[in-house]
């Protein structure tokens, strides 16, 4: 982040505002907002500051700006457009440590104003860092069109009741499940209805109806896709950000995990060829226990969990110790991979079917229905197969597979990573050999890999 973002507290706090156009005035209006004490100082006075004087008890001091103007201030903002006069009060500004907006100067300012969906007291803020400001503003516009213009109702309502439910809700856990089942309801609606009489029965029913001793918890085993968090769905998101600890695998990708709550625990559980941080059956153990001790447990694993994801054997544990679970499917790797890699997976002149199988070599060897996939006519999707490339080659051309048979290997597909190697059953374990590929990776066999250079679409950055 360029820019670290706050919410400052200025009501009755001295500010200045240096200058008095257009520009200025928009500031002068803003800070208004807050209750702030603005003092203006420009040695002209526009029509618009002029007729504000009176509504926002503007000190107006018509004259050129001098350092001793920030004497007190806990804010300066300038929106002259005079460069030498700009400089002038961020370089007084900054020797007086006091933070400095420079409307239009991004490199003379301290802070920066953001583009702002006003709900109060719900408040958000949108910034490019003053990069463009543009695009922060149609930003801005999505986001006000998805909040209701009552949103801010909730937020007092909610205020109102604070109280009254930790009192009856001593442990925070309890609170925070209470107030996202009451404000993402009916009683939300009633608010936003302007029926608050009638929400303000239905939460204290709800809160009279409250257990505290209820303290099990849930799991949520997520599939979050191959890479590209576009591809999370709506369901997968929501309960990610309701998670009280996430649980996650090697393969899950940064930009999924910022999507969680931030002050959710994050839990590395990463696993690899020959380098398991947990074993399977202590991640079994380790989603029940927190599960137990009351806590909602988003468990990602990479793709799908139930697809070489071994999912069901998490599931398994928390079945046998009575823990409530759900399942949110994933796009699994041979989707995802396979379509931004434009490779279809079965094609009418190619292949009518499809088998995914999983390459992972044990004791050197890799039991596969070799006679099965060497079949004509379908596509093969191999997970985990980059070791045993040259195996899972060989063992196909033995069973009767032409050597000129197409295969791809794809390096972290959906991702800005991507790559993608096309050969033959012959030649691909010399492409790889020097490419340095980086796992995860997935293998395509089949005649389907041809059509790549007429469906190649995504081109990473």
Request: proline share 5%; hydrophobic share 45%; net charge neutral.
């Amino acid at each position: 982040m360029d820019y670290f973002p706050l919410f400052l507290k200025l009501k009755d706090q001295p500010c200045l505002v240096v200058g008095a156009g257009e520009i200025a005035a928009r500031k002068i209006e803003l800070l208004a907002k807050t209750g702030a004490n603005i003092t203006v100082v420009a040695i002209e006075i526009g029509s618009q500051v002029a007729a504000m004087q009176d509504a926002h008890s503007l000190d107006i001091k018509q004259k050129a700006f001098d350092a001793t103007d920030l004497t007190g201030m806990r804010l300066v903002v300038s929106a002259t457009n005079d460069r030498t006069t700009n400089e002038s009060v961020a370089a007084a500004a900054n020797r007086a440590n006091i933070p400095v907006n420079v409307v239009d100067n991004p490199d003379l300012c301290s802070f920066i104003f953001p583009a702002i969906v006003d709900r109060s007291p719900m408040i958000v803020a949108v910034s490019s860092g003053g990069v463009s400001p543009v695009l922060a503003r149609l930003l801005r516009s999505k986001v006000e069109s998805a909040i209701p213009a009552s949103f801010g109702l909730l937020g007092r309502f909610a205020e109102n009741f604070r109280a009254l439910v930790k009192q009856k809700l001593q442990h925070p856990n309890q609170r925070r499940i209470f107030w996202e089942n009451a404000l993402q309801g009916h009683i939300a609606e009633l608010v936003f209805a302007g029926r608050e009489a009638e929400a303000a029965q239905q939460l204290q029913a709800q809160l009279a109806a409250a257990d505290q001793s209820q303290t099990k918890g849930e799991v949520y085993l997520i599939g979050a896709g191959p890479g590209d968090p576009d591809l999370l769905t709506f369901r997968a998101l929501r309960l990610l950000q309701q998670a009280d600890v996430v649980v996650y695998d090697r393969l899950v990708s940064k930009e999924i995990l910022e999507m969680a709550r931030r002050d959710g625990e994050k839990i590395y559980v990463g696993k690899q060829r020959s380098n398991h941080s947990l074993p399977q059956e202590s991640i079994n153990e380790l989603l029940a226990n927190l599960a137990l001790a009351g806590k909602r447990v988003a468990r990602l694993k990479g793709g799908d969990p139930f697809i070489f994801g071994r999912g069901g054997e998490e599931i398994e544990t928390l079945m046998q110790q009575g823990i409530q679970f759900q399942v949110v499917p994933g796009v699994t790797a041979a989707a995802g991979c396979a379509s931004y890699a434009g490779i279809p997976l079965t094609h009418r002149d190619h292949a009518q079917s499809c088998t995914f199988v999983t390459g992972h070599l044990k004791d050197g060897n890799i039991n596969l229905n070799w006679q099965q996939l060497a079949a004509p006519n379908q596509t093969i999707v191999i997970y985990m197969g980059l070791v045993g490339l040259e195996t899972i080659c060989q063992s196909l051309i033995d069973h009767g597979c032409p050597p000129e048979q197409p295969i791809a290997l794809i390096q972290q597909g959906t991702t800005k990573y991507q790559r993608v190697i096309t050969s033959t059953l012959r030649d691909m374990p010399k492409a790889v050999e020097n490419a340095d590929i980086k796992p995860p990776t997935l293998i395509i066999v089949g005649t389907v890999v041809t059509l790549r250079k007429q469906l190649e679409w995504f081109q990473p950055s």
